[in-house]
């Protein structure tokens, strides 16, 4: 079990699964540095994440202090249907509504003299996933890590811009796709992985959430991370949902992008 410089118990011995500071490196500094607006296209705060704001509410499934719409620790949507133990994954995310009983018929009920009109087959808008093949494409961007380093300061230059990152697809798939870091003392999977290599050591361990739209696209939501994220050069707020469209960027972390292409 590695320890980081701030004193956390970590599985992974390259950053921490607490508070993401690279193991073996330098503290973090007596108080955070403050980043640009967001007009200015950079993140709002230097990384590594400080500890988030606890809540009363904690999380049903794994305990976790309640931070935003979704767990930090394990990805639960706080929004959603609520989490039962026993429920299969497809009553997870089902509607919750009450299911019909058709009463039994009764001996001296009349018999109709012509059947019920047969419904309409469900339209294509009426399924709760995307019909349209989506994909994202992870990367590393210059010009954005570039950004950071110039509101971190001397903090933001241990991180190195990476000599070599191949290009990651996933295709988006399912009501959700969480993205973040692999924590193995948190169990914690994100469907899109950034745990690398190369590491990005701003990447919170559940930093953003793409969510399927009732019309075939995708969104994106911050729940609370550190650093912020942003679409296309612009800081979202934290649990705006922002629609996405066929080549937009989401820029995280220290320098990684995630390109969304449709089709």
Do not use: K
């Not at 500890?51 to 639960?76: D, I, K, L």
């Amino acid at each position: 079990m590695a320890v980081c410089p701030n004193g956390h118990d970590s599985a992974s011995d390259d950053f921490c699964d607490t508070c993401g500071m690279r193991i073996g490196g330098s503290p973090p500094p007596g108080s955070p540095v403050t980043g640009s607006s967001p007009a200015s296209g950079a993140p709002s705060s230097a990384w590594p994440d400080p500890a988030a704001p606890v809540s009363a509410e904690p999380c049903p499934r794994c305990g976790t202090a309640r931070s935003g719409q979704f767990c930090e620790a394990c990805g639960y949507n706080f929004a959603g249907p609520r989490f039962t133990p026993s429920a299969s994954p497809a009553q997870q995310y089902s509607s919750g509504a009450p299911a019909t009983t058709i009463p039994p018929t009764s001996a001296a009920s009349p018999v109709p003299s012509s059947p019920p009109p047969r419904e309409a087959p469900p339209s294509a808008s009426s399924f709760p996933y995307p019909q349209a093949t989506w994909t994202a494409v992870v990367g590393a961007d210059r010009t954005y890590y570039e950004q950071v380093q110039a509101v971190t300061g001397p903090e933001g230059a241990a991180v190195a811009f990476p000599s070599y990152c191949a290009e990651r697809r996933f295709q988006l798939v399912g009501n959700q796709m969480r993205i973040g870091r692999r924590s193995v003392s948190r169990g914690l999977s994100p469907e899109i992985d950034l745990t690398g290599p190369p590491a990005d050591p701003g990447i919170s361990r559940l930093h953003a959430v793409l969510i399927a739209m009732p019309d075939g696209g995708w969104a994106v939501l911050d729940p609370g991370s550190a650093n912020g994220t942003l679409v296309n050069g612009s800081e979202i707020g934290v649990g705006d949902q922002v629609a996405l469209h066929d080549g937009d960027r989401i820029n995280l972390g220290a320098w990684t992008s995630i390109t969304v292409h449709c089709g």
